[in-house]
């Protein structure tokens, strides 16, 4: 039998880590404007990235989540889900929700991923800035999607959990792009925004085409984008398709060749 000092122990595990979440949520309500999905879900990542959660850890249930942070079942769900999407966590029908260590490579969620140069794990979003706006110029994106009278364009520069660096420009037609104007841009931190794309757009994406070069950044792409410095990167361009064959959007992405290896 387990003695009463670990028992006790056990006991209070649940209670210190909603005292800890229920802080970072609060600290995270302070500082930005958003919704309580976001908040619950930039409340979980940052506690991952300061040790409170790791990996291979367990969350507690929905339910008792929800107790926790005092916000709703269906707040809480959508959370995970987007968590789930980006691959920080992993969850299981009768598992329940646990902190990834690592990650199946499935299409619903990835056509390509970035892999670790040390571990060959996967390397996943710890951090992301964004920027959108409408824009009426072409550029490269035309190729891909077609002479339109403006796009949207999301920009995102991102680190990875072992600080990796990436840069990547999403362009959506402005005939498919209808409302992402009025989007608050903190709901797009730490989100997959493949899925959320196709569920606010009421987009069904059925195929994509990737092309992949090595090229070296200007210092004037090096500063802007704040990548690692004037080297090498891969640059990703990818083009997803709805089930009409009609470009939905076109994404660029630039990271250091000598940080990751590239899987398809």
């Not at 649940?14 to 976001?38: D, F, I």
């Not at 646990?98 to 996967?122: G, Q, Y």
């Amino acid at each position: 039998m387990p003695s009463v000092e670990v028992a006790k122990k056990a006991d209070e595990t649940p209670v210190l880590l909603g005292n800890a979440l229920m802080r970072e949520l609060q600290e995270v309500l302070a500082k930005k404007s958003c919704t309580k999905r976001t908040a619950v879900r930039l409340t979980i990542s940052n506690s991952m990235k300061t040790g409170v959660l790791k990996p291979g850890d367990y969350l507690p249930s929905e339910k008792a989540l929800a107790e926790m942070l005092n916000v709703s079942l269906g707040t809480v769900q959508v959370a995970l889900g987007q968590l789930q999407d980006i691959g920080l966590l992993q969850r299981r029908r009768g598992d329940g929700t646990c902190v990834a260590d690592a990650e199946p490579f499935t299409d619903d969620i990835w056509h390509f991923r970035f892999l670790s140069r040390v571990n060959n794990t996967p390397l996943r979003m710890t951090e992301t800035r964004l920027k959108m706006r409408r824009i009426s110029s072409t550029g490269y994106w035309s190729e891909f999607l077609g002479i339109e009278d403006s796009y949207f364009r999301i920009t995102r520069k991102v680190r990875m959990q072992d600080g990796t660096r990436a840069a990547a420009q999403m362009y959506i037609p402005n005939s498919l792009s209808d409302g992402l104007s009025d989007i608050n841009v903190k709901e797009l931190e730490l989100v997959n925004i493949r899925p959320f794309l196709e569920t606010r757009l009421n987009l069904r994406i059925t195929d994509r085409s990737t092309r992949v070069s090595m090229v070296t950044p200007s210092n004037a792409e090096v500063a802007k984008w704040e990548l690692a410095d004037q080297q090498p990167h891969y640059e990703i361009n990818s083009t997803a398709f709805t089930d009409k064959k009609k470009p939905a959007y076109h994404q660029r992405i630039l990271v250091a060749v000598s940080d990751c290896n590239l899987e398809f």
